[in-house]
């Protein structure tokens, strides 16, 4: 009878790169189809379960088995699209997300439910329930889950120069492009029910308004409301400018910081749990809601779900109190997201907020205790700055992979622009929680410096001439970026483990026998 084989201590940091992998092969090959990656991922886990007794022939046939079902699930989530291209249509449609001016025209997600041509009465609807990229002209208005009968034309989301941009939205599960002019029908269906994302669009609404009741500057306002509603119409074009030069644009964009920085208030604020039994746990669980409520807060975007998934994750590693247990429920949580969604992989938010979160896990404990002194505020204050720090560290090879620069400046001003945002979002959602006109004062006071001082930074910072530098690293250059230094500490701990084993087995010169 066989001993069961020992579980290794991070299985999931093992597993991760299989599924990446599975992925990777799939996008490479777009005639692979769904059928053959089924087929030979049921061979492989039939091989699995023949080969259990060897323990080199079950791994191998494991990891395989892992690579071959991340395939067929990328086969399987390939958007197909059935509408008729540069054809009067008639569809019936969901908007999925709140529409975001871009000049003339309103572009938001929609989720067609039916289409028909408009030529002919007797022509039949068909179902779709294609994910299209909806852009209606201003002269229509048009909410987040509002059901629309309207008529226009579907096209491709972009060809020649512009392939690349409709790769990246066919990763992201669109399959076309849909045009609703000013001189076309927009009708609303009577339809009352509102979906979650629909509600939760409409309390990222009412959070801006509230918002708006405070007396801040237009650029004050456009800020905070963006790091802590989602909502960014309020920006100009001079302002994200600003913040593109400097490489601080994941600031505008509600994504793993703003989550985070709402999971470290809650944990903050719980904190006197820990002094209970059991109550390390209790804590972690209860900011599980305070994370998802936040999501919803911010209309539940995708990336912002992404996120909130991704910080549920640490929670559970942080109740796991080791921290391979915080790596291994990490690198589970990115496992199960990509199995589910794999072209997750592809978008650059959740690469970023991968990257930093394990950034934070691997780097901000040694650099803490480089700094750490006697002095507890002091301490916090070094504590916020190098998680900025850490994940700024950790998402340099992929910032400079997608966007052509490495943002020098924003090496020094990141950490600092933690802090501002840290205050930022948390003034604004405790007056968004509780808007009393007593505090409308301290708040837009708070508020305004905060988020002023935080847009006069990056204004003084983007004018310096060498505020970026212009370098974009190939995704095999950004890949060696990471692996280098991974390889690097895995034979530095080995080095290290051999020295302690050599020493605890030579035993002393006063305990060695004397002839």
């Not at 807060?297 to 590693?317: D, E, K, N």
């Not at 004018?463 to 970026?468: D, K």
Request: aromatic content about 6%.
């Amino acid at each position: 009878m066989h001993a069961a084989r020992p579980i290794p201590p991070a299985p999931f940091a093992k597993i991760l790169p299989a599924i990446v992998a599975g992925i990777l092969a799939a996008d490479a090959l777009p005639a692979l189809s769904l059928r053959t990656a089924v087929v030979v991922s049921l061979l492989l886990l039939g091989a699995m379960i023949l080969c259990r007794r060897h323990d080199t022939a079950a791994t191998l046939c494991t990891y395989a088995a892992l690579f071959c079902v991340a395939a067929a699930m990328t086969c399987a989530t390939r958007p197909r699209s059935n509408l008729p291209r540069n054809r009067e249509l008639m569809l019936t449609l969901e908007v999925a997300e709140a529409p975001v001016s871009t000049g003339r025209w309103l572009r938001t997600t929609a989720r067609i439910d039916a289409f028909r041509p408009v030529e002919g009465d007797t022509v039949r609807w068909q179902q779709s329930g294609e994910k299209v990229l909806l852009r209606i002209d201003t002269s229509h208005t048009v909410t987040a889950g509002e059901r629309l009968i309207v008529t226009g034309r579907a096209s491709d989301l972009g060809s020649g120069a512009y392939a690349s941009y409709a790769r990246l939205m066919q990763r992201r599960g669109y399959g076309a492009a849909l045009w609703v002019n000013a001189r076309q029908t927009v009708l609303r269906l009577p339809d009352h029910r509102l979906t979650l994302r629909a509600r939760a669009s409409l309390l990222q609404r009412t959070a801006t308004e509230r918002l708006a009741r405070l007396h801040l500057r237009p650029d004050a306002f456009a800020t905070a409301a963006a790091m802590t509603t989602g909502d960014r119409n309020a920006i100009d074009a001079s302002l994200r400018d600003r913040y593109g030069a400097t490489g601080t644009s994941h600031l505008l964009a509600v994504s793993g910081l703003h989550v985070g920085i709402v999971a470290l208030l809650v944990n903050l604020l719980l904190w006197p749990l820990a002094a209970l039994r059991g109550g390390h746990l209790l804590r972690n669980l209860l900011a599980l809601p305070a994370i998802w409520g936040y999501a919803a807060l911010t209309g539940l975007s995708p990336s912002v779900v992404r996120a909130a998934t991704m910080f549920s994750g640490v929670q559970l590693a942080l109740a796991a109190s080791q921290s391979r247990s915080s790596l291994n429920l990490l690198c589970a949580t990115a496992s199960i997201m990509l199995l589910v969604w794999p072209n997750y992989l592809f978008d650059v938010s959740f690469q970023l907020s991968f990257a930093a979160v394990v950034g934070i896990f691997l780097l901000y404990r040694p650099l803490y205790g480089a700094v750490r002194s006697r002095f507890r505020a002091a301490n916090a204050c070094w504590s916020l700055f190098l998680v900025g720090l850490a994940a700024t560290l950790a998402t340099l090879p992929l910032v400079s992979c997608h966007f052509g620069r490495i943002p020098l400046i924003g090496l020094v001003i990141n950490p600092l622009l933690i802090l501002t945002a840290n205050v930022t979002v948390l003034a604004s959602l405790v007056w968004i929680l509780a808007p009393l006109p007593a505090l409308n004062g301290f708040f837009s006071t708070l508020i305004g410096a905060t988020a002023g001082l935080q847009n006069d930074l990056i204004a003084t910072a983007a004018a310096q001439s060498w505020a970026s530098l212009p370098l974009r690293l190939s995704p095999a250059e950004a890949l060696l970026a990471y692996l280098l230094p991974m390889l690097l500490w895995l034979l530095l701990r080995r080095y290290r483990t051999s020295r302690t084993s050599a020493r605890r087995t030579v035993p002393p010169a006063d305990k060695i026998p004397m002839p």
